[in-house]
T-cell receptor, first 115, second 116 residues
């Protein structure tokens, strides 16, 4: 079974631009979560989607948004990029988000550099 | 309060020796899951081991075992017979019951270096 895939793997943008990152979960998984990882802040939860609905959202500004499609693929969008948005963006999927023991499996991440 | 605390920013271990990475957690839920992930320099988070709050036995997966002490709210990872490929960041994480919101809480990580 293929793992979580994320595209692109690397991205360079300039301040003020916007960016869209894509995540394809493991086949059969309907929950997708997004995280931002930076050296200073560590791993921070962005949002989680299940069956095309955002179920939970972290403490990020409205410039960060996401969506999920009927095939469970998810995209996240960052508008008006700032230098501080440079980070590794990780996507994770799980099949049954309603039970605590359900494991999240992560993709390889997208490294975003904002210049 | 921090949900997950990892107090060891960096650890060194000799190859073939065992090492324990500490993790304490904070929750008032009765039902929760505890996880350990490994993150090599490539960036991908690799799932290592899981422990449920109701599991009476400590979880084991190959060279990884989880020393679960519920009363102390600790979930330490033990890596036996360390290998050079074990050098990476290790993150402890917790998922609470669904009504607490479906998100993982991650610690700040421990950087493990295995010395030949």
């Amino acid at each position: 079974k293929a793992g979580v895939t994320q595209t692109p793997r690397y991205l360079i943008k300039t301040r003020g631009q916007q960016v869209t990152l894509s995540c394809s979960p493991i086949s059969g998984h309907r929950s997708v979560s997004w995280y931002q990882q930076t050296p200073g802040q560590g791993l921070q939860f962005l949002f989680e989607y299940f069956s095309e609905t955002q179920r939970n959202k972290g403490n990020f500004p409205g410039r960060f948004s996401g969506r999920q499609f009927s095939n469970s693929r998810s995209e996240m969008n960052v508008s008006t990029l700032e230098l501080g948005d440079s980070a590794l963006y990780l996507c994770a999927s799980s099949s049954l988000p309603t039970i605590p023991q359900e494991t999240q499996y992560f993709g390889p991440g997208t490294r975003l550099l904002v210049l | 309060a921090q949900k997950i605390t990892q107090t060891q920013p960096g650890m060194f271990v000799q190859e073939k020796e065992a090492v324990t990475l500490d993790c304490t957690y904070d929750t008032s839920d009765q039902s929760y899951g505890l996880f350990w992930y490994k993150q090599p320099s490539s960036g991908e988070m690799i799932f290592l081991i899981y422990q449920g709050s109701y599991d009476e036995q400590n979880a084991t997966e190959g060279r990884y075992s989880l020393n679960f002490q519920k009363a102390r709210k600790s979930a330490n990872l033990v890596i036996s017979a360390s290998q050079l490929g074990d050098s990476a960041m290790y993150f402890c994480a917790m998922r609470e019951a669904p009504w607490g919101g479906n998100q993982f809480y991650f610690g700040t990580g421990t950087s493990l270096t295995v010395i030949p």
